[in-house]
């Protein structure tokens, strides 16, 4: 019988990353896969979201040409070319991943694993012994209870993604998080009707409430309708189209549309990859772990999206690297505290940290400050100026304890403050370095000078 050292489950950016770190430390890594490598984000979140968000907006581009005095005519697209373009994309990085993994020595195993022991896994029937077991097997789309859920129109990410190209017309989408804010940027992009029911009282609920006021705001300026608290009671088929009934304000309302998008939230895909008697303590489906991801089993550990918290790639990426460190005995290098959250809108989302209401809960006295991006030379160029820079400070030791984005680029320029809130910069700290102009980053220049009120590129606060 097969041994090894490691066998992680689940190739997704967590479990790919975490066996060709195993392999350069020494160890003999199989990963096992059931469906294609690169799992969720690869092959139906991140990676083809971000291919039809670039594909859409380069669209939406053209339609503002004519106020930078260039003249284009008969500009359309191709809905079944976007489709494969994305399908390139996605190909191109799942033939990467396999090539890496070899590359490394991994063993790839296609097929349903199950584990039957601490030191034993079964793929397809055919069983593997190893020292350790990594889980890293994501998430799937939640589907709200509801009636009609299963009418025909009625879609989650996934089907949306790997399914057959649809060019709608008109969209309804069930959930104002993070996927539905992302496709409604996509399919408003290229015309669409686009409708977003949302049960709580705000987009984006997890993050700054200001990141939610813009979005609704830029929102109906592209002709997207925001309904928020709206309570979702039933999905009825039409002729053509469905209906989605719904309640809001205490009434009962009723959209139309060519189709629906449920994005409510993702589950753990946990369901069948225990053996009797082997199941590690759980919570809600998802598996508890340690600071160094140990499950309640010994030798068996878990990362991503299959712990809860945050659904990130990166976060689950950075756990992959920390477990194996964990493993053989080193300190990771990477934290995994301080995970930055990213919307792919339009402007870009970005935040990380500490809110200040977060702040002001922990009982942690702050200072704050905001820049406005509409003084930035960069964002006006490039008619991005609808956005904000927002820091967090703590009042004593100037310490950075948050920052929120809303402006072009903020899903770059995040990453250096992730770095600043881990190693404890102050704000004297970051003003160190200088910053390019014309540039979006020299709005976090003016950002870290609005908190001493020395802000040059916006006008003075008012004296009371």
């Not at 991994?106 to 030191?119: N, P, Q, R, T, V």
Request: negative net charge.
């Amino acid at each position: 019988m097969e041994q090894y050292d490691l066998i992680v489950i689940g190739s997704g950016p967590g479990g790919y990353v975490a066996a060709i770190r195993a392999c350069q430390y020494g160890l003999r890594t199989a990963i096992v896969e059931k469906n294609r490598l690169g799992g969720t984000c690869l092959n139906r979140g991140c990676i083809p979201t971000k291919a039809l968000l670039h594909a859409a907006q380069a669209y939406a581009g053209l339609q503002e040409l004519g106020e930078l005095g260039i003249h284009v005519e008969n500009t359309g697209y191709d809905i079944e070319k976007i489709h494969e373009r994305k399908r390139g994309v996605v190909d191109r990085l799942v033939g990467g991943v396999e090539g890496l993994l070899k590359a490394n020595g991994a063993d790839i195993l296609y097929g349903e694993a199950k584990i039957l022991s601490a030191g034993k896994v079964s793929v397809n029937g055919q069983c593997y012994m190893t020292d350790r077991i990594l889980v890293a097997v994501g998430s799937a789309p939640a589907r709200i209870p509801i009636p009609g859920i299963d009418t025909k129109g009625v879609v989650t990410s996934d089907e949306l993604l790997e399914g057959e190209p649809v060019d709608y017309s008109s969209l309804v989408i069930i959930g104002g998080g993070v996927i539905g804010v992302e496709m409604a940027t996509v399919y408003s992009a290229l015309g669409c009707q686009v409708t977003i029911l949302e049960g709580l009282d705000r987009l984006v609920s997890v993050l700054d409430k200001e990141f939610s006021q813009n979005l609704k705001m830029n929102f109906k300026k592209k002709g997207v309708e925001v309904i928020l608290k709206a309570n979702v009671t039933a999905i009825e088929p039409m002729e053509e189209g469905v209906r989605v009934l719904y309640e809001s304000k205490g009434k009962p309302e009723s959209v139309c549309a060519q189709g629906v998008l449920v994005s409510v939230g993702r589950r753990p895909q946990t369901a069948g990859l225990f053996a009797e008697g082997i199941t590690p303590e759980m919570n809600r489906g998802f598996l508890v772990v340690n600071e160094r991801f140990e499950t309640s089993v010994p030798g068996i550990y878990a990362i991503g999206d299959v712990i809860g918290g945050i659904q990130l790639a990166h976060k689950a990426e950075a756990e992959g690297l920390a477990c194996v460190a964990y493993m053989v005995g080193r300190e990771p290098d990477t934290s995994v505290r301080v995970v930055p959250s990213c919307i792919y809108s339009s402007p870009e989302i970005a935040s990380v940290g500490l809110t200040a209401e977060e702040a002001q809960e922990r009982g942690i006295a702050v200072k704050k400050s905001k820049y406005l991006m509409s003084g930035n030379g960069k964002s006006i160029i490039e008619g991005e100026d609808r956005g904000f820079i927002k820091m967090v400070f703590d009042a004593e030791t100037d310490r950075l304890l948050g920052v929120q984005m809303m402006c072009g680029r903020a899903t770059d320029l995040i990453s250096e403050f992730t770095g600043a809130i881990v190693n404890g910069w102050t704000r004297r700290q970051l003003l160190t370095g200088m910053r390019p102009h014309p540039s979006f980053c020299e709005g976090i220049t003016e950002a870290l000078e609005a908190a001493e009120g020395m802000s040059i590129h916006s006008a003075p606060v008012a004296k009371p």
